[in-house]
């Protein structure tokens, strides 16, 4: 055997191990057509995505990692959707928690319909179900956009902004505290921020900078996609943005952060970023998969990293196919509450758990590893090894944390 081949099998299966022992992960994270994606560490300590409606009424999936999902369900109904735009679709929607209440600005559109497309908003008070749409903020024939969709909100200095625009201009106006309105309906105030090579932008605030991240290219004609993500920065959250020759965004300039790459086409529309209990960014974003291709676009992780200049970029500036996974400790759920329908304790080194409700529950280590997890359990007991533990319990109605000490 030569030493190339040796030097492949054993990066085979050192990959291979990684993946295997949960330290690693697979793109695409969701692996069916899930476009636009927005996400949000919710009150219960997961992690919640939304995005455009190849489900109708826009799903919503479930991640305590940002690899592994579950569909939840929808945010809309039938009787609830919106319906401002007569037969339009609910796309790019960006999901916030403001004012204790879960917000979430979308795009409502048909194909070519540029003039009458626009954005609404809609309230919840849980991530997962029962959103009340609360009608548009604003149609493009109102504000004097075309084509005014793909929201983004972002809170600075005690002001409410919406950044929106798609291939017309980027564009940014004041709303109210609540987030629910315009500050001035009969005045707007709108500022634009960036020319016309983009769209679906996130505006992200690290240290003195600004960051604009955006798309540009093509994002729906399959492998022949060309969308990617681009990005500028700021040091006033109104611009000017530049590139990192210092070339206006306004003039459609911009550094590249996520390029096409044989296997993933079409890489673009990011959502929110992520920083994990380790330190490390993380962005989710949608991409075409040319071994699945009828899948439509998936969903794809990447680690986003900070060069000496503070500028984003990804390894290798394309999606990796497998890479190492964000690390998130389980005791940082940030709501623990306690259900009265749950008896879980433990004893002589045993765990008891006896639920009215079916639930996940998981079991681990100080240090985050998970020792033992169930799926859809109401009852069980488990012997463990003398030491200290964290429980988490994840049922439809509750999330809770208890440590146990052997």
């Not at 319906?83 to 795009?107: K, L």
């Not at 045993?350 to 639920?355: E, G, K, Y």
């Not at 280590?365 to 012997?383: A, H, L, P, Q, Y």
């Amino acid at each position: 055997m030569n030493k190339f081949l040796i030097y492949t099998v054993l990066c085979f299966i050192s990959c291979t191990s990684v993946l295997s022992q949960g330290r690693g992960y697979t793109n695409p994270v969701i692996a069916k057509s899930t476009p636009d994606p927005t996400v949000i560490k919710a009150q219960d300590g997961s992690f919640y995505l939304y995005a455009t409606e190849d489900i109708r009424n826009a799903p919503i999936y479930k991640s305590d990692d940002l690899v592994n999902w579950t569909f939840q369900g929808t945010v809309f109904t039938n009787s609830t959707r919106p319906t401002f735009e007569p037969n339009g679709g609910i796309w790019a929607p960006d999901i916030n928690y403001i004012d204790g209440q879960y917000v979430m600005y979308y795009s409502m559109s048909v194909w070519g319909g540029e003039q009458t497309c626009g954005i609404g908003v809609a309230t919840a008070r849980n991530p997962f179900n029962n959103f009340r749409d609360r009608g548009k903020l604003f149609r493009s024939n109102e504000i004097g956009v075309q084509n005014s969709i793909d929201p983004c909100y972002i809170e600075d200095d005690g002001k409410h902004y919406l950044f929106w625009g798609s291939f017309r201009g980027i564009y940014c106006v004041e709303l109210t505290s609540d987030g629910l309105e315009l500050k001035n309906p009969a005045n707007p105030g709108k500022i634009q921020v960036a020319g016309t090579a983009f769209e679906a932008t996130y505006v992200h605030k690290r240290g003195d900078y600004y960051y604009l991240f955006a798309s540009v290219g093509s994002c729906c004609e399959g492998l022949n996609s060309t969308y990617r993500l681009v990005v500028g920065r700021s040091q006033s959250i109104l611009g000017p943005y530049v590139n990192k020759a210092g070339n206006s965004m306004m003039s459609n300039n911009y550094t590249p952060v996520v390029n096409n790459s044989t296997r993933f086409k079409g890489t673009g529309h990011c959502s929110e970023i992520v920083q994990d209990d380790r330190g490390n960014d993380w962005i989710l974003y949608h991409g075409w998969d040319a071994e699945n291709e009828k899948n439509g676009r998936t969903v794809l992780l990447s680690q986003v990293k900070w060069d000496s200049n503070d500028w984003p970029y990804v390894d290798g500036g394309v999606p990796a196919i497998n890479s190492t996974k964000p690390f998130f400790n389980p005791t940082s759920v940030n709501n623990v509450s306690d259900n009265s329908n749950t008896i879980l304790f433990g004893k002589n080194n045993t765990v008891f758990f006896d639920s009215l409700e079916s639930a996940s529950v998981n079991i681990f280590r100080m240090d985050g590893s998970i020792v033992k997890g169930f799926r859809n359990t109401s009852k069980f007991e488990v012997n463990l090894d003398s030491g200290v533990y964290i429980v988490r319990v994840d049922s439809p109605t509750d999330t809770f944390l208890r440590k146990i000490i052997f």
